[in-house]
């Protein structure tokens, strides 16, 4: 079957309207910053050195200012508008990739439809994260079939209500505030209809630059005047989290500066942080590890996908909950910082919650 993939690019548009598409240059500048070298990074990226300089030449007369320079005992370093270029890509993709997935399931489905192939797949609405990125291509790798359409958990649960996916995800923290977490999908799940498996615990906590050079120490420092906040979008299960734990804590939410900014992923939120537009945020320990962060634990959540129960014991769904409870997905969980696997694909008793 084929497999579309859509990915987010930029290009540079000069006065005179001539185009130039920015995937190379950014590749490149990344492998200079890992390697310390124009010409590991070449070899790195399958070109020549004489390409890469003046690849590297041609984008600073365009910009009018240099893209790298030498260091003495660093080797060649990157100037701060190669790193700005670099985390507004990293921003880009943050931000655009669970549309673009969501749009190139969508399209994927419909050729398959236009071509007659056999289109029977798991039909999967979650947020975006991690945990559940390596449940579909778990589930493409062992050749199944699945529809991926990434919204919020309240959005998610929502669609399952509806008959317009076979899983959906959401999350509830451990603790005092599971109950209170739980009552926004109780208009949509029901333990009679529904059944719950188990993906993952994972951390959350507060995302800060590398270092902590602002000193923050827990949820108290939001309200501080100088932190800049970058949010999650409404409806998102870490949103709701994040309010449950500010009303306990008695922070005002209207004293967060940027606490009414809206970032659909928490690498999107990472992004931030790391680039310098934001000072801190709240997620999932992996988007904080992969960006460079600082990460302070708040709190632990357990991540499910529910079904409706009758479908459970169906082939289709009956395969997920195998492919989830498999030593290798479990594995790949492991490997996620934050996220613990050990129970996936064990089905839940949340009766007293829903």
Known sequence: ???????????????HGSATALPALLALLGAVSETGSISKAATQGGMSYRHAWGLLQQF????????????????????????????????????????????ASELQQEL???????????????SHGFAVAALVAQ?????????????????????LARGECDLAGFHLPLGKF?????????PWLNNGRHAFLHLAFRELGLF????????????????????????????????????????DRGIDP???????????THAAVAAYVASGMADISFGVETAARRFGLGFIPVCRERYFLACD????????????????????????????????????????DLSTLF
């Open 1 to 15: 079957m084929l497999t579309v993939e859509i990915r987010p690019d930029w290009f540079l548009r000069d006065a």
């Open 60 to 103: 600073s007369e365009r910009f009018g200012a240099a893209l790298v320079h030498k260091v003495r005992g660093q080797g060649t370093v990157l100037t701060p508008l190669a790193e700005k270029l670099i985390w507004a890509d990293r921003r880009i993709g943050a931000r655009l990739t669970p549309l673009l997935d969501s749009l």
């Open 112 to 126: 398959a439809r236009v071509l007659a192939a056999d289109t029977r797949g798991v039909r999967l609405t979650a």
């Open 139 to 159: 589930l493409r790798e062992g050749g199944g079939t699945v529809d991926i359409s990434y919204r919020s958990s309240t959005e998610a649960v929502a669609a």
């Open 178 to 186: 599971e109950g209170a977490a739980a009552a926004n999908y109780r």
């Open 208 to 247: 800060v630059a590398p270092g902590n050079p602002k000193g923050v120490t827990g949820l108290a420092d939001l309200a501080r005047p100088d932190l800049r906040f970058v949010n999650r979008q409404h409806g998102s299960g870490t949103r709701v989290l994040l309010e449950l734990l500010l009303a």
């Open 254 to 264: 209207g004293a967060i500066p940027g606490h009414d900014s809206a970032e659909f």
């Open 309 to 348: 129960r009758a479908a459970l014991a169906q082939p289709l769904l009956a395969g997920v909950a195998a492919a989830m409870a498999h030593e290798r997905f479990r594995a790949a969980l492991a490997d996620l910082p934050g996220y613990d696997g050990t129970l996936a694909g064990t089905e839940d």
